[in-house]
């Protein structure tokens, strides 16, 4: 690694609800620095789900996200010449930054209707516990699972 490692910036909570998951989320959206655009789309998101859910939106952001973070992740590792896909716990910050961005990968691979709806859609699928964002957890478990005989290789 070169120089010394940069320093965490802090984040701003979000203007409407003051929530600062809700901000990094909104900061996983934005796509080529537009964050009015990403902030629209998030916003809206949230009265959908209002809408739908007759619920607090965060909360059914909350559950969702909550669902969709993984416990354990493969990484690959070179030994003795044979790669090993090696199970690792994940980390809090990089469970939030997976749960988000395979929920927000999940939406925009949905067809035919603006990406709020789309996220709204998969946010609440995600919180029910049926999604594709869930899915891709799943398969990252069993993964996981598959190769936890690999396990003492992590050192």
């Avoid at 802090?10 to 203007?15: K, L, M, N, V």
């Avoid at 044979?82 to 690792?88: D, H, K, T």
């Amino acid at each position: 690694m070169r120089g010394k490692q940069a320093p965490k910036r802090r984040i701003e909570p979000d203007a409407k609800y003051g929530d600062i998951e809700v901000a990094k989320f909104t900061n996983y959206i934005m796509k080529d620095g537009k964050k009015s655009v990403a902030e629209k789309i998030v916003y809206d998101c949230f009265d959908i789900i209002k809408e739908k859910t007759k619920t607090d939106p965060r909360h059914v952001f909350n559950k969702a996200l909550k669902q969709v973070m993984p416990l354990l992740e493969v990484r690959g590792r070179r030994v003795g010449g044979a790669n090993y896909q090696i199970p690792y716990q994940v980390r809090g910050e990089r469970r939030f930054n997976l749960g988000c961005n395979w929920m927000i990968d999940a939406a925009r691979a949905r067809k035919g209707r603006p990406m709020a709806e789309k996220l709204a859609d998969e946010i609440i699928n995600t919180a029910k516990g049926d999604s594709a964002s869930m899915r891709k957890r799943q398969d990252v478990h069993r993964m996981a699972e598959s190769n936890k005989a690999f396990a003492h290789f992590a050192r």
